[in-house]
């Protein structure tokens, strides 16, 4: 079966992010001048995704209002011959459809995704996370929708190497090799130590799932943080029926923190061809004047 939609749970906190998240979505804040969640939204558009169903919470109207129309300023840069700013603007605000569903308390991620279960329906979807973006030609999640697809539906979760120290940072998966890229999932473990970690395989943020696991989510009892987890609702399905984990391709930053954020807009300006050259100068300057030679 196809997989058409896609939630996008973006109704979290964003302590990591304070101040700037006390008055504004966290997803809105720009890599360069590309609000993250634009980056996010375009992966699913690019890998053939035609609805975005976000989970939302008050506070977060802008994210709403970014992909829709903007008719006053489209009129304004009409009015001054900003044509180039116009189409651009007029592309996002016709990007894809989107649904909004309200997730009126934060009790997990998990509770976020059966929040859209009714938008959802009997029909396997995408999951992604707003605080990852994956660079690639071909968008991580397309590659968790090919295998997927491939294998009729089953639920695939996008996985990528760390370093074996780095393992209490991540969910981890468990299970048997298939290929050097797939796995078939036994369960996941909550950021294990790196001695008891079964791999180096962490879960970065996107999912390929069967409705299925919308009866699961109602069932499973509150696990980490007292929240309801993904992870938790994840391992059951593992019980239930087939769930791969397959290791995509691509570059992933994360965005979440602020260290994570840093690396991307300066990875993201080192690629961009009309920052890269101006941008080099401004760091070999700040460089000298700090006194730091590398
Ligand atoms: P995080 O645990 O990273 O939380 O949620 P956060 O609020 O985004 O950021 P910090 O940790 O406080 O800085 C992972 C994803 O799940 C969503 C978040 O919006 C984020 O995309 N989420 C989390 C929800 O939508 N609802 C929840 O109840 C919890």
């Known amino acids: 079966m196809k997989i058409r939609k896609a939630i996008v749970p973006i109704a979290g906190k964003g302590t990591r992010f304070l101040p700037a998240t006390k008055e504004i979505a966290k997803e809105i804040i720009p890599i360069i001048n590309v609000p993250m969640i634009h980056y996010i939204v375009e992966e699913a558009v690019n890998a053939g995704i035609e609805q975005i169903?976000?989970?939302?919470?008050?506070?977060?109207?802008?994210?709403?209002?970014?992909?829709?129309?903007?008719?006053e300023l489209e009129h304004f840069l009409e009015r001054n011959k900003k044509f180039k700013e116009l189409e651009l603007v007029k592309r996002i605000g016709s990007m894809v459809e989107v649904t909004s569903i309200r997730q009126k308390e934060q009790l997990g991620l998990g509770h976020a995704?059966?929040?859209?279960?009714?938008?959802?329906?009997?029909?396997?979807?995408?999951?992604?996370?707003?605080?990852?973006?994956?660079?690639?030609?071909?968008?991580?999640?397309k590659q968790l929708m090919e295998v997927s697809e491939a294998r009729t539906g089953a639920a695939v979760i996008g996985v990528m190497e760390v370093p074996k120290s780095e393992t209490d940072k991540y969910g981890i998966v468990k299970g048997e090799i298939i290929d050097e890229k797939t796995l078939r999932m036994t369960g996941m473990v909550e950021k294990p130590k790196p001695e008891d970690a079964p791999t180096n395989l962490a879960t970065p943020?996107?999912?390929?799932?069967?409705?299925?696991?919308?009866?699961?989510?109602?069932t499973i009892p509150r696990g980490a943080g007292n929240e309801y987890q993904l992870t938790d609702a994840i391992n059951v399905l593992c019980q239930r029926r087939e769930v791969f984990a397959y290791r995509f391709e691509g570059e992933r930053f994360d965005t979440g923190n602020v260290h994570g954020y840093l690396e991307a807009t300066v990875d993201f300006a080192l690629k961009d061809p009309e920052i890269r050259d101006r941008f080099l100068t401004t760091l070999r300057e700040r460089l000298l004047k700090n006194g730091i030679s590398l």
């Open 113 to 141: 995704v059966l929040c859209a279960k009714d938008v959802i329906g009997d029909e396997p979807f995408a999951v992604l996370l707003g605080d990852d973006i994956v660079r690639n030609r071909i968008p991580a999640i």
């Open 205 to 218: 943020g996107r999912y390929i799932l069967p409705p299925e696991v919308f009866s699961v989510l109602k």
């Open 53 to 71: 169903v976000f989970v939302t919470a008050a506070g977060k109207f802008s994210v709403e209002d970014y992909f829709d129309r903007n008719l």
